[in-house]
Structures are given as structure tokens and as C-alpha cells.
């Protein structure tokens, strides 16, 4: 049995950071992700004039409930959709002109809907150059509040950002939700703002949170249930093999261990415990049909070991993702292809015959860490794989290809 400590969850660490920097008092984060997307979020509390002190294991913030120390500010966002979505929310409760952008890859990806509640609630919001994108320039006078209704059939994102403002307003809101996709990360969310003092009711569709502002804490970051996919994959695919990865187990928040959950009906033995997750190979994979809406972010994953199922696998209802860092339904259409296998699509699923893929072949990844990661996988059986941009893990994982080789070494 293989044991991999996986890094925290990007995830879990946003959101984190964004509460800690809302809180009242000094938060400390225990194990946070260092990573592209986190570092930049960490960056953009800094410039946003909030006091962040990163150590090697733990990462120190000083909250400012009244928002951001800085009265005017420029804020570069990187790829991160957490940083490029969060920080404008958060920057609104403050009192000063806050500029942001963002990567040409980030630029391409939608914020129209998180936008467009911004501004019902009253917030000056207006963008550089296409509207619904970045750049933006948020002019904030604080937020008084109220209802709205809101699309997050797009993202959980816009949802999230607009839940952990609630606490932050003068009179609570009120949001109506039509249409939401992902709905694990909004209970993810949920979770930590009761853990950082909020009161939130939710009625069907309605999520009611009350003005009560945070309180700090010491926060534990637990371990990234999507990058741990790669290696539940890899388990699961190689006769033999068996990973367990601790500290992810019956507790976790983070609804993309429900991955796992797929692999036991492929045929995988899977077994979760309070102490953390174990996938072990029966040296079969079985093809199946899965909606993967609320674990979309697992999707490439499953693609990229499907071929080797002895039967088609079919994934719906992941329109979600066509707008993430790349069009992954059609990357991961194209890279199955390029690798001799039979693979069609339409506008929310994707289905992949069984096959042998053949190299050498080079990944196109579209500068999407998730790519690179699931097709590793893929690699462990096809000799021959490379990717075109293999440092573009840095994103969540940037030791990724170094903990993936120890794995495919250990016995």
C-alpha cells in the first residue's frame, strides 16, 4: 500500500483566506496550499492593504471587518478563478477604487453573473474592456444588503462569493438561487462560514445570511480531494496497487472525493474511514454512465482512464465544464483521439469507447494543470506520453510530476 500526504485544498484554502481576512482578529491557517492560484490570492489580500504573514506550514492573517486597508489599489489575479471572483466581493465592503485583472486565460472566463448581483446589491462596479470579464474596477462605499436572485448554473463560484459576503453587509442578504451546478463547493462554503462565527438559513432555493460579521480562528486546511483523484486513479487502474491518502476520509468537506464513489462501481475496492481514503485495484474496470455535475472538476480524470474499462463510460451533465481554465470536454475529446481512441461529445457529456491508446503522443493541455494531471494517469500504460506545458501544474500542485514519480516507483 502507497500512503500520499496530498496538499491542501485549494479550495477549502480560498475560502479560508478570504474568511480570515473578513474575520475579526488574527486567523492562522494550518497546512494551506502553496500554490500559483494561492499565492496569488495571498498576493491580492496584500495589495488590498490586509496583513498577510506566510511561514512555512501556516499562514497568519489579520482581520479587517470594515474591508480593505488600502484605499486604492491594483490587483493582478493570476489564473485563479477563487482570486479573480472573491477578491472583487470582498474588496466591495471597503471604502476606495480597487482595480483588478487577471491572465489572458482568466480574462476568457465568465463573470457576468457575480457582476451583474454586484451591482443590483448596489455595488459600483464596472469593466475595463468586455463586459462580464476582466478587467474590473470596483469603486466600494460598503454594502448595505438585500435580496437577489442569482444564475450559478456557470459556477458555484458566484454563489460562494456572494454567501461570505452576507456576513459582511449592514443588513444580511438574501439570495435566490435558479439554477446552481457544483453544489458540494457551496456546502464546502457553508460549512466554513459557520465555522467562522456566521448564521446562514437556507429555505429550498433561498439562502438567508444574517449580518454577524466573522470571528478568527485557527483553521486546519485539509487535503485536496480533486488532486487526490489522480492518484485514486492511478490505484485504481494498475492491478496490485492499492493508495491511501490520510487525512481525507469520512470528515472531509469536499464533495470531489465522491470520485472514489465512481470507482467502486467501475469495480475498484475503495474503503473511507476518519482517518482518511483507500483505493485498491481488483484488476477491473467496468464502463458506466455517471452524472458528474456536482464533481465536475474529477471529470478529466475519469476521461483519461476510461479507455482502459472494458466497457464505454459515459460522463453528463459537465456543460460546467467548457468554461473552466480550458474547454475540457473537447481537450480531453482531442487528446483521447490523438491517442487512437473513440470518443464522442455534445454540449454536456462526453463518451469514450474502450481502447489501447497509443504514442508517442504529446498532450495539448491548453495550459490546464488538470489535464497534465489526469493524463498521467493515462501515461502509467501508454508509453510515449508528453505534455506541452507540464509546468502548468504550478497552478495547484507544483510539485506534482515529482510526487506522481515517487508513486508510479513505490511497491
Given at each position: 500500500?502507497?500512503?500520499?500526504?496530498?496538499?491542501?485544498?485549494?479550495?477549502?484554502?480560498?475560502?479560508?483566506?478570504?474568511?480570515?481576512?473578513?474575520?475579526?482578529?488574527?486567523?492562522?491557517?494550518?497546512?494551506?496550499?502553496?500554490?500559483?492560484?494561492?499565492?496569488?490570492?495571498?498576493?491580492?489580500?496584500?495589495?488590498?492593504?490586509?496583513?498577510?504573514?506566510?511561514?512555512?506550514?501556516?499562514?497568519?492573517?489579520?482581520?479587517?471587518?470594515?474591508?480593505?486597508?488600502?484605499?486604492?489599489?491594483?490587483?493582478?489575479?493570476?489564473?485563479?478563478?477563487?482570486?479573480?471572483?472573491?477578491?472583487?466581493?470582498?474588496?466591495?465592503?471597503?471604502?476606495?477604487?480597487?482595480?483588478?485583472?487577471?491572465?489572458?486565460?482568466?480574462?476568457?472566463?465568465p463573470l457576468a453573473p457575480l457582476a451583474t448581483a454586484l451591482r443590483t446589491l448596489?455595488?459600483?462596479?464596472?469593466?475595463?474592456?468586455?463586459?462580464?470579464?476582466?478587467p474590473l474596477a470596483v469603486r466600494a462605499a460598503g454594502v448595505k444588503g438585500g435580496?437577489?436572485?442569482?444564475?450559478?448554473?456557470?459556477?458555484?463560484?458566484?454563489?460562494?462569493?456572494?454567501?461570505?459576503?452576507?456576513?459582511?453587509?449592514?443588513?444580511?442578504?438574501?439570495?435566490?438561487?435558479?439554477?446552481?451546478?457544483?453544489?458540494?463547493?457551496?456546502?464546502?462554503?457553508?460549512?466554513?462560514?459557520?465555522?467562522?462565527?456566521?448564521?446562514?438559513?437556507?429555505?429550498?432555493?433561498?439562502?438567508?445570511?444574517?449580518?454577524?460579521?466573522?470571528?478568527?480562528?485557527?483553521?486546519?486546511?485539509?487535503?485536496?480531494?480533486?488532486?487526490?483523484?489522480?492518484?485514486?486513479?492511478?490505484?485504481?487502474?494498475?492491478?496490485?496497487?492499492?493508495?491511501?491518502?490520510?487525512?481525507?476520509?469520512?470528515?472531509?468537506?469536499?464533495?470531489?472525493?465522491?470520485?472514489?464513489?465512481?470507482?467502486?462501481?467501475?469495480?475498484?475496492?475503495?474503503?473511507?474511514?476518519?482517518?482518511?481514503?483507500?483505493?485498491?485495484?481488483?484488476?477491473?474496470?467496468?464502463?458506466?454512465?455517471?452524472?458528474?455535475?456536482?464533481?465536475?472538476?474529477?471529470?478529466?480524470?475519469?476521461?483519461?482512464?476510461?479507455?482502459?474499462?472494458?466497457?464505454?463510460?459515459?460522463?453528463?451533465?459537465?456543460?460546467?465544464?467548457?468554461?473552466?481554465?480550458?474547454?475540457?470536454?473537447?481537450?480531453?475529446?482531442?487528446?483521447?483521439?490523438?491517442?487512437?481512441?473513440?470518443?464522442?461529445?455534445?454540449?454536456?457529456?462526453?463518451?469514450?469507447?474502450?481502447?489501447?491508446?497509443?504514442?508517442?503522443?504529446?498532450?495539448?493541455?491548453?495550459?490546464?494543470?488538470?489535464i497534465v494531471m489526469s493524463f498521467a494517469v493515462t501515461a502509467l500504460r501508454t508509453?510515449?506520453?508528453?505534455?506541452?506545458?507540464?509546468?502548468?501544474?504550478?497552478?495547484?500542485?507544483?510539485?506534482?510530476?515529482?510526487?506522481?514519480?515517487?508513486?508510479?516507483?513505490?511497491?
Amino acid at each position: 500500500m502507497t500512503v500520499i500526504d496530498i496538499p491542501g485544498s485549494k479550495s477549502v484554502t480560498a475560502r479560508a483566506l478570504f474568511l480570515a481576512a473578513a474575520a475579526e482578529g488574527t486567523t492562522t491557517l494550518l497546512r494551506p496550499l502553496v500554490s500559483d492560484d494561492t499565492e496569488g490570492f495571498a498576493e491580492g489580500l496584500s495589495a488590498l492593504g490586509y496583513t498577510v504573514r506566510r511561514e512555512s506550514d501556516a499562514w497568519h492573517i489579520e482581520g479587517r471587518p470594515t474591508g480593505p486597508g488600502a484605499t486604492d489599489a491594483d490587483v493582478y489575479c493570476r489564473d485563479g478563478a477563487t482570486t479573480a471572483r472573491f477578491l472583487p466581493t470582498l474588496a466591495a465592503t471597503g471604502h476606495g477604487t480597487y482595480r483588478f485583472d487577471a491572465s489572458a486565460q482568466m480574462r476568457v472566463r465568465p463573470l457576468a453573473p457575480l457582476a451583474t448581483a454586484l451591482r443590483t446589491l448596489g455595488v459600483d462596479l464596472r469593466h475595463g474592456e468586455k463586459e462580464g470579464h476582466h478587467p474590473l474596477a470596483v469603486r466600494a462605499a460598503g454594502v448595505k444588503g438585500g435580496a437577489l436572485t442569482l444564475d450559478a448554473g456557470q459556477s458555484s463560484q458566484y454563489l460562494t462569493a456572494l454567501l461570505m459576503l452576507g456576513p459582511l453587509t449592514a443588513e444580511g442578504l438574501d439570495i435566490t438561487v435558479t439554477d446552481l451546478v457544483s453544489e458540494p463547493y457551496v456546502e464546502i462554503t457553508l460549512a466554513m462560514m459557520r465555522s467562522f462565527g456566521a448564521e446562514v438559513r437556507q429555505d429550498g432555493r433561498t439562502y438567508r445570511v444574517a449580518p454577524t460579521g466573522y470571528r478568527a480562528r485557527t483553521y486546519g486546511i485539509e487535503p485536496d480531494a480533486s488532486t487526490a483523484s489522480y492518484f485514486f486513479a492511478a490505484a485504481a487502474l494498475e492491478p496490485g496497487r492499492s493508495v491511501t491518502v490520510p487525512g481525507l476520509g469520512t470528515g472531509a468537506l469536499q464533495g470531489d472525493l465522491g470520485f472514489v464513489d465512481v470507482l467502486r462501481r467501475m469495480g475498484a475496492d475503495v474503503e473511507i474511514t476518519d482517518a482518511g481514503t483507500t483505493v485498491r485495484s481488483t484488476g477491473t474496470l467496468r464502463g458506466l454512465t455517471v452524472n458528474m455535475r456536482d464533481i465536475s472538476d474529477t471529470m478529466p480524470t475519469l476521461a483519461a482512464i476510461a479507455p482502459f474499462a472494458e466497457g464505454p463510460v459515459r460522463v453528463e451533465d459537465v456543460a460546467n465544464t467548457r468554461v473552466k481554465e480550458c474547454d475540457r470536454l473537447d481537450a480531453c475529446a482531442e487528446n483521447l483521439r490523438r491517442l487512437g481512441i473513440t470518443v464522442t461529445t455534445g454540449p454536456d457529456w462526453i463518451e469514450i469507447q474502450p481502447g489501447t491508446p497509443t504514442g508517442p503522443v504529446e498532450i495539448a493541455t491548453h495550459g490546464d494543470h488538470r489535464i497534465v494531471m489526469s493524463f498521467a494517469v493515462t501515461a502509467l500504460r501508454t508509453p510515449g506520453i508528453t505534455f506541452d506545458d507540464p509546468g502548468c501544474v504550478r497552478k495547484t500542485f507544483p510539485d506534482f510530476h515529482q510526487v506522481f514519480d515517487r508513486y508510479v516507483h513505490t511497491v
